[in-house]
């Protein structure tokens, strides 16, 4: 039986149990970080506990923060076993001889710096111990390394939860149930704070809904470095929601596109795909739609018979906010700036409704070379303020991770013009920011990216939201930018 674990880590003994008792109704088990609670008193602590307990003591030596011998610290998970915690988790190389005193026992092994290569060796030695639950957590360092993980609770003889700790290791923490995990463990209030990378309920609740993640629920995602910082499952997990579709979205953030596509391939429903791996996931489709083909990037894979069909929804996530806010496009004048993926979905959708594009890129090669692709205008990069336009598109990635490059001096943006940035973050982009300050009419990243998202979600279910429902989902995607 799957059962959902919040960590308490304290400060004090006090603090602890006025935490258990404001998150009872959201969890089946806390586990009372006893290393991490100050002056812990394992008599009150238990006796407070409004859900049974796991009593965990970690040294320092594996991430906790017990400073005291070897010899206090079992004693202390003794004792707590004797005190009446359902479960003690102890080390594995702590277990044999351990004595729980009437708690079943949880027998752990974490690897702070990997998944570790003999793992499958580690989980038949705490399977030898014949514990209640086997508890395998190792690092991710990228996606791929979380289904090595998963699978350890699929195939196992004993009860099992193994999942990935680490920012990258998100997946297995919201997918555990679906493979068999025992045991899904959340923060109460802040990300981390038992374990690196821990999720808080609340994330794990409302953006992922693991309560609904079951065997035969249909898995999402979306794959890039970076792709940590998506608004994706906010928007996607709440349309799967809307629709009453068994379905969840997750991020797959890794720096090797076919070790994650070898690991996770037969696993997925359809995909998400940005930066850097759109011209990759050209290579991953068994069929590539007219427009993907055109545009020279693919940033959806849907499963089809025997492979996945390639498509670009960028192409549509341009379009849509450009019709609702300018209208007709063609004979205006648009400077493109990027020549990757985003940059070629832009300079297609805009050349097929008769605009007239320029591009500039740092790295001129590659703006001649999409230009050529469609026949288009370029500009050295160092002269992009100098063309006069009426639309002004930033494709590239500055603005992703927070520079303040507003990449046009004010100046440039001259009454009429309108600024479009395919970028979205929090507080918006200095392009954008200077862009406004001039007057200029701002199209933020997130109408492109809800536009997109609707027609990802059309390919892979066939089904559409309604006005209103898209209206809801894209607040819910502001409403995280700024958290």
Same mark, same amino acid.
């Given at each position: 039986?799957?059962?959902? =674990?919040?960590?308490?880590?304290?400060?004090?003994?006090?603090? #602890?149990?006025? &935490?258990?008792?404001?998150?009872?109704?959201?969890?089946?088990?806390?586990?009372?970080?006893?290393?991490?609670?100050?002056?812990?008193?394992?008599?009150?602590?238990?006796?407070?506990?409004?859900?049974? =307990?796991?009593?965990?003591?970690?040294?320092?030596?594996?991430?906790?923060?017990?400073?005291?011998?070897?010899?206090?610290?079992?004693?202390?998970?003794?004792?707590?076993?004797?005190?009446?915690?359902?479960?003690?988790?102890?080390?594995?190389?702590?277990?044999?001889?351990? $004595?729980?005193?009437?708690?079943?026992?949880?027998?752990?092994? /974490?690897?702070?710096?990997?998944?570790?290569?003999?793992?499958?060796?580690?989980?038949?030695?705490?399977?030898?111990?014949?514990?209640?639950?086997?508890?395998?957590?190792?690092?991710?360092?990228?996606?791929? $390394?979380?289904?090595?993980?998963?699978?350890?609770? *699929?195939?196992?003889?004993?009860?099992?939860?193994?999942?990935?700790?680490?920012?990258?290791?998100?997946?297995?923490?919201?997918?555990?149930?679906?493979?068999?995990?025992?045991?899904?463990?959340?923060?109460?209030?802040? +990300?981390?704070?038992?374990?690196?990378?821990?999720?808080?309920?609340?994330?794990?609740?409302?953006?992922?809904?693991?309560?609904?993640? @079951?065997?035969?629920?249909? =898995?999402?995602?979306?794959?890039?470095?970076?792709?940590?910082?998506?608004?994706?499952?906010?928007? /996607?997990?709440?349309?799967?929601?809307?629709?009453?579709?068994? !379905?969840?979205?997750?991020?797959?953030?890794?720096?090797?596109? $076919?070790?994650?596509?070898?690991?996770?391939?037969?696993?997925?429903?359809?995909?998400? @795909?940005?930066?850097?791996?759109?011209?990759?996931?050209?290579?991953?489709?068994?069929?590539?739609?007219?427009?993907?083909?055109?545009?020279? #990037?693919?940033?959806?894979?849907?499963?089809?018979?025997?492979?996945?069909?390639? /498509?670009?929804?960028?192409?549509?996530?341009?379009?849509?906010?450009?019709?609702?806010?300018?209208?007709?496009?063609?004979?205006?004048?648009?400077?493109?700036?990027?020549?990757?993926?985003?940059?070629?979905? !832009?300079?297609?959708?805009?050349?097929?409704?008769?605009?007239?594009?320029?591009?500039?890129? *740092?790295?001129?090669?590659? #703006?001649?070379?999409? !230009?050529?692709?469609?026949?288009?205008?370029?500009?050295?990069?160092?002269?992009?303020?100098?063309? +006069?336009?009426?639309? @002004?598109?930033? !494709?590239?990635?500055?603005?992703?991770?927070?520079? &303040?490059?507003?990449?046009?001096?004010?100046?440039?943006?001259?009454?009429?013009?309108?600024?479009?940035?395919?970028?979205?973050?929090?507080?918006?982009?200095?392009?954008?920011?200077?862009?406004?300050?001039?007057?200029?009419?701002?199209?933020?990243?997130?109408?492109?990216?809800?536009?997109?998202?609707?027609?990802?979600?059309?390919?892979?279910?066939?089904?559409?939201?309604?006005?209103?429902?898209?209206?809801?989902?894209?607040?819910? =995607?502001?409403?995280?930018?700024?958290?």
């Amino acid at each position: 039986m799957h059962q959902f =674990v919040i960590s308490i880590t304290g400060p004090d003994t006090e603090s #602890a149990i006025a &935490d258990m008792r404001a998150f009872a109704s959201r969890c089946d088990l806390f586990e009372l970080r006893l290393d991490r609670i100050r002056d812990a008193d394992p008599p009150g602590l238990i006796a407070a506990a409004p859900k049974p =307990v796991i009593a965990t003591c970690r040294p320092q030596h594996v991430g906790g923060q017990f400073a005291g011998t070897e010899a206090e610290r079992l004693s202390l998970l003794s004792q707590a076993g004797g005190l009446g915690a359902k479960y003690v988790d102890i080390e594995l190389e702590s277990a044999p001889g351990f $004595d729980p005193r009437g708690a079943k026992l949880i027998v752990s092994h /974490h690897d702070f710096s990997r998944v570790s290569e003999n793992i499958t060796e580690i989980r038949a030695r705490i399977n030898a111990l014949e514990p209640a639950i086997a508890k395998l957590v190792c690092t991710a360092k990228g996606a791929e $390394d979380n289904m090595a993980m998963l699978r350890l609770n *699929r195939d196992s003889d004993v009860p099992t939860s193994a999942f990935c700790m680490g920012p990258a290791g998100l997946p297995s923490r919201v997918l555990g149930r679906k493979y068999g995990s025992r045991l899904t463990y959340a923060a109460f209030d802040a +990300p981390g704070a038992a374990a690196p990378g821990q999720p808080t309920i609340s994330l794990l609740e409302n953006t992922y809904r693991v309560r609904s993640v @079951v065997t035969r629920t249909a =898995v999402y995602g979306i794959l890039g470095n970076p792709a940590l910082h998506s608004v994706g499952p906010v928007f /996607h997990n709440g349309a799967f929601e809307s629709l009453g579709l068994n !379905a969840v979205y997750v991020p797959f953030e890794t720096s090797d596109p $076919d070790a994650f596509w070898q690991a996770f391939s037969p696993e997925l429903k359809g995909l998400s @795909v940005t930066t850097p791996f759109k011209r990759k996931a050209l290579q991953l489709s068994k069929s590539i739609s007219p427009e993907a083909k055109a545009a020279g #990037a693919v940033n959806t894979l849907v499963r089809g018979r025997g492979g996945f069909n390639g /498509h670009n929804t960028d192409i549509a996530g341009i379009r849509v906010p450009l019709a609702k806010r300018i209208g007709e496009l063609r004979g205006l004048r648009v400077l493109v700036l990027g020549a990757g993926g985003a940059a070629m979905a !832009a300079v297609y959708a805009l050349t097929s409704e008769g605009a007239k594009v320029t591009i500039a890129n *740092r790295t001129e090669t590659r #703006a001649e070379t999409l !230009a050529a692709r469609f026949e288009v205008q370029t500009l050295p990069w160092d002269e992009r303020a100098s063309v +006069p336009c009426d639309i @002004v598109i930033n !494709a590239t990635t500055v603005g992703l991770r927070g520079e &303040d490059n507003p990449l046009l001096p004010p100046e440039f943006f001259k009454p009429g013009i309108s600024a479009f940035d395919l970028v979205y973050r929090a507080g918006g982009t200095a392009f954008l920011r200077t862009a406004a300050e001039a007057g200029a009419n701002c199209i933020d990243g997130t109408e492109m990216f809800v536009a997109q998202a609707v027609e990802q979600l059309r390919l892979w279910t066939g089904k559409s939201l309604s006005p209103e429902t898209v209206e809801s989902l894209a607040a819910r =995607v502001r409403a995280r930018l700024e958290i």
